[in-house]
């Protein structure tokens, strides 16, 4: 059975941090692409991060680029994202994904993500209070 959980969501005060883990089960992880992403209230989805796991090159959003960090442990079949200086509009609810085939990463430098990835997270909710 497949699986991508994420955890580590929490309420965190403005300019704080947090780090949240997306665990995999069910796939060979190594040969997957982990992106990040968020959604707020009231809005769409969007790319934050993007890890190849197979050479642990990482991507991101201009938005979130300096302030959050990807970082993968195959052994562990696990991807971090940790999250710096947070603001209240990284509030949202944070999804980690699975993309095999092609090169989904590079995208992410311009804010673009493929629309269809091959494995989805619950989510974990990351509240950022002023």
């Known amino acids: 059975q497949v699986l991508l959980a994420e955890s580590g969501g929490a309420l965190v005060q403005a300019g704080g941090s947090l780090r949240l883990s997306c665990q995999a089960s069910g796939f060979t992880f190594r040969e997957y692409h982990i992106g990040w992403f968020r959604q707020a209230p009231g809005q769409r989805r969007e790319p934050l991060a993007c890890i190849s796991n197979s050479d642990g090159d990482a991507y991101y959003v201009p938005s979130v680029k300096g302030r959050f960090f990807v970082s993968g442990n195959n052994a562990e079949n696990t991807v971090y994202l940790l999250m710096n200086s947070l603001r209240p509009e990284d509030t949202g609810v944070y999804y980690c994904?699975?993309?095999?085939?092609?090169?989904?990463?590079?995208?992410?430098?311009?804010?673009?993500?493929?629309?269809?990835?091959?494995?989805w997270g619950q989510g974990t909710q990351v509240t950022v209070s002023s």
């Open positions: 994904a699975a993309f095999e085939f092609g090169r989904p990463c590079p995208g992410f430098k311009h804010g673009l993500s493929p629309p269809e990835w091959d494995y």
